[in-house]
């Protein structure tokens, strides 16, 4: 019988449990100390820790150790050391010390740095993050940890969002002081990531260069049945998937991570996980975890996990939604509306705190987004579009709208419940409808940000909404620590903020083509392309806030937006010489095979009956032979232009040729692709079809 999925949950995590387990009493007490407040750990303390861990990990069957990190990649990091050291006897000891626990020194040159490294040390260095919990993956212990240049530019995605994680609590303190909450020591963002994913058998899989080297489908026509009976949402599970979502549930059972719901999603082959939400940090860990566990589990049950945002044309896309939401150390849910006059006037005032910073900073809500990936999602009709606008619900906008415009709120009998004389009404909670298709939506006690890709990291759009929150904040607090009566100062400050940043909200359907012009008139920014967003994080007023926070400096900021912009450009390379390779291999030489037998019988069966007219041989003939000249020259063009590419100085111009010169004619070759498809007998058709691929599983 199988053990039950409670008596091995978090098994190899090293957490409190553990931690009490392995620890004495003291250096326990030390350790949650370190985690709670980020207090510096002694070297006596972590070599006790180290042994410790050391102890459980080998009981557990580990030989290595690594420093887990994010760099500025895609995915994590890991470099194996194994425990065996040799003693003066020759024999074999396992040693692991608190210097190697805390410090890593990986080589940093092979990382993307931006030019940080041109200017600065080639070597970087590792720190453990004693606020994410160590774990086994395979025959590893895992220390996470955040990666530094060796003059302590930061390198990595969990670092910033470490930094905003504490500029963000110190901020919401000074807020709750004045709302008489002085109890609270620390306020924590948490964070709950619902994963988007495709399935795809693996054989048919390896026979895509596409799939494999870029994640997506270049090419492909459209299949008959695509998703627009609805069909596969929430349906049955297949077999093969339904066993792939067990297994994947228990390997990350077992690290800790609450995989909750898991259901198909509205394109054929296309799942979805949500977990139970967490701290941000421990957030960011596990959904990477997540994501590699996914493609290892996949690869094991003969599929192959995507999780690219747009596998495929013409279905949906996969996206990441992530909840966002903050409460206090006490257990109280920052954005969930209050039952007295008190708590909601103090819900109010964090709301309108989230309303200004997205108004304010939606160009680094944009940018934290942005990817070659999520390009095909964002603004095309299926995905929140390319503009950041909010969602609050009828209810929600209705009061604020009547605060600020003086008007009576119309449901009245709910307004039972009055703060003062200058009043904040308050509201009912659960009211918020659902609304799909905008990109930030209040759901009722936290908001959900939907523009992320599904290959995202989340730790930078937390970061970013981390930060530009605690600025929201940092104002309010300056003006209200200063307030003579501290509830007019309140109030009228709520009614200023809300009047000011209000062009944000909007309730409406975001996939309407009207809203783009609506968008405009409001003002709000439309940057549809990553090289047209990814500009607005160096703007001066972004790296003011950053560098204000100290969550990053302006150098690094100008590295991140190097390396951001140089992946696209490498992306959009790598994508465009898969292409030309996939039509000089495989479907130029297809449509000429194909054709070529056409001609064979079209002369064998002219030769036996002269008279016969045979229009579909000749006009096939003809038709593909088009085809495949006006594809060569297309292809030509694309090498061409890769060519030129090569030959643009910056990096700005370099992501712009590329989105609207390279990803244009790939588009063009892509047109004549599907169309020869469509025409070619299946047997010479060269790699897998949509319809193989969707319906593989
Ligand atoms: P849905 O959006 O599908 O209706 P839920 O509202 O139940 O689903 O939750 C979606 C995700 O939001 C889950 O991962 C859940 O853990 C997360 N979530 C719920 N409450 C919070 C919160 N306070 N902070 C962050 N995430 C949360
Ligand atoms: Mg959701």
């Known amino acids: 019988m199988k053990e039950r999925a409670d008596q091995y949950f978090g098994s190899m995590v090293f957490g409190y449990e553990k931690m009490k387990e392995y620890l004495s009493k003291d250096t326990y007490r030390q350790l949650k100390e370190t985690i709670r407040v980020g207090k510096e750990l002694n070297l006596d303390i972590a070599n006790q820790v180290a042994h410790a861990m050391k102890e459980w990990a080998l009981s557990e069957g580990a030989t290595h150790y690594c420093h887990w990190f994010q760099p500025m990649t895609s995915i994590t990091a890991e470099k194996h050391e194994s425990f065996l050291v040799p003693s003066s006897e020759g024999i074999a000891l396992m040693e692991f010390s608190g210097k190697e626990l805390i410090k890593g020194e990986p080589d940093a040159s092979s990382f993307p740095s931006g030019g940080l490294r041109a200017t600065f040390e080639a070597r970087g260095y590792t720190a453990w993050d004693p606020s994410s919990y160590a774990f086994i993956k395979e025959n590893t212990l895992c220390i996470p940890t955040a990666f530094c240049s060796y003059s302590g530019e930061v390198l990595d995605k969990k670092t910033p969002l470490l930094r905003s994680m504490e500029v963000i609590s110190r901020e919401a303190i000074r807020i709750l002081k004045l709302f008489g909450r002085s109890d609270v020591k620390r306020v924590v963002t948490t964070v709950g990531p619902e994963q988007e994913y495709f399935l795809v058998d693996k054989d048919l899989y390896l026979q895509r260069k596409d799939l494999i080297h870029t994640g997506r489908t270049l090419v492909g026509a459209r299949p008959p049945k695509g998703q ?83 596998p495929f044309a013409g279905v949906n896309g996969s996206g990441k939604h992530n909840n966002w939401s903050i409460s206090t150390d006490t257990g109280l849910n920052l954005l969930e ?109 936290k908001f959900e940000f939907r523009m992320l890709g599904s290959s995202f990291s989340v730790s930078g759009p937390n970061f970013v909404l981390n930060t530009i929150i605690a600025e929201q904040l940092s104002r309010f607090a300056n003006q209200l620590e200063q307030a003579k009566d501290f509830e007019s100062e309140l109030s009228a400050l709520v009614k200023e903020t809300y009047s000011k940043h209000r062009r944000i909200v909007f309730n409406g359907n975001n996939y309407a083509p009207e809203w783009i012009d609506e968008a405009k008139r409001r003002g709000l920014l439309n940057l549809v392309s990553t090289p047209e967003a990814l500009p607005t994080f160096i703007h001066a007023k972004n790296i003011a806030l950053f560098e204000k926070f100290g969550v990053l400096s302006s150098s690094e900021m100008h590295s991140r937006y190097e390396i951001v912009l140089e992946n696209y450009c490498k992306t959009l390379n790598i994508e465009a010489l898969t292409l030309v390779d996939m039509m000089r291999k495989q479907v130029l030489p297809a449509l000429s095979a194909f054709s070529g037998a056409l001609a064979r019988s079209f002369l064998d069966k002219k030769a036996a009956v002269s008279s016969l007219s045979l229009s579909y041989e000749a006009g096939l003939i003809a038709e593909l032979s088009n085809l495949a000249d006006g594809l060569d020259k297309e292809v030509a063009l694309l090498e061409q232009q890769l060519l030129e590419a090569r030959m643009v100085e910056d990096i700005s111009s370099e992501s712009y040729f590329y989105h609207d010169t390279v990803l244009a004619q790939m588009a063009q070759v892509r047109s004549l692709c599907d169309t020869a498809e469509l025409l070619t007998d299946q047997q010479y058709w060269p790699i897998p079809t949509y319809e193989s691929l969707l319906y593989s599983v």
């Open 337 to 445: 509306p209050g039952d007295n006059p008190k708590d909601n006037a103090q819900f109010l005032l964090f709301l309108v705190a989230v309303i200004a910073a997205v108004d304010e900073y939606q160009d680094l809500l944009r940018v934290s987004v942005a990817s070659a990936g999520n390009d095909h999602r964002l603004g095309a009709n299926e995905a929140p579009p390319a503009i950041v606008s909010m969602f609050l619900g009828e209810e929600l906008t209705e009061i604020l709208d009547s605060l600020v415009d003086g008007t009576d709120y119309p449901n009245k009998e709910r307004s039972s419940m009055l703060l003062g004389v200058n009043l904040l009404p308050p509201f009912p909670r659960d009211t918020t409808d659902r609304n799909r298709t905008s990109p930030f939506a209040f759901t009722g006690n």
């Open 228 to 310: 627009e009976l609805e069909d596969h949402y929430f349906g049955n599970l297949k077999s093969r998937v339904s066993a792939f979502m067990q297994e994947l549930d228990e390997e990350l059972w077992k690290l800790g991570i609450f995989a909750k719901t898991e259901h198909n999603e509205v394109a054929p082959s296309q799942h979805e996980l949500a977990p139970v939400f967490t701290t941000s940090n421990l957030a960011v860990d596990q959904n990477q975890l997540t994501m590699e566990i996914m493609k290892k589990i996949a690869n094991k049950h003969g599929l192959v996990c995507l999780l690219h945002e747009k």
